[in-house]
């Protein structure tokens, strides 16, 4: 009865897949990818800025540190303590003098925390230290 099907009595040829457009298809999306990347670096947690009329980009020189509502600090996504934040402040400023600080705070975190951590970029050395804002636009 199954003899008589023409697919049943072939012999297995070598199968193959071309793999050619599977590869190229990942290269392209590699591409894509990489040209679409922002590479700066984050503080790691999610904030909701303030908005503000004057708000201004920094450009890519910049060290952020975030300060979420309920108060932790973070740098570079990691959470970090006040003590430890004037030395991590002070290695970056080493590496790069002309660095700039921009302190992401939540909209609802405490005045003073950013207070604080101004006050420890200023003794770290920090040639400038400022707070992030959206535009009024965003």
């Known amino acids: ?24 298809m990942v290269f392209i999306l590699l591409i ?3 040209i679409t990347t922002n590479f700066s670096r984050q503080t790691g947690v999610d904030v909701s ?3 503000a009329k004057s708000a201004v980009s920094q450009g890519q020189k910049v060290m952020l540190i975030g300060i979420t509502r309920e108060g932790t600090i973070h740098v570079y ?3 970090t303590t006040i003590e430890r ?7 970056e400023i080493a590496k790069r003098p002309d660095m700039s ?13 950013a207070v604080s951590i101004m006050d420890q970029c200023a003794m770290a050395g920090a040639p400038k230290v400022s707070i992030a804002a959206n535009t009024e636009n965003d």
């Open 85 to 91: 934040l004037q030395h991590l402040v002070q290695q």
């Open 77 to 79: 996504g990691r959470q």
């Open 49 to 51: 800025k303030p908005k």
């Open 1 to 24: 009865m199954f003899k008589k099907h023409k697919f049943l009595e072939q012999e297995n040829e070598n199968a193959s897949i071309n793999m050619e457009p599977l590869i190229d």
């Open 101 to 113: 600080i921009v302190i992401v705070a939540d909209k609802q975190a405490e005045i003073g925390k």
């Open 32 to 34: 894509f990818f990489i």
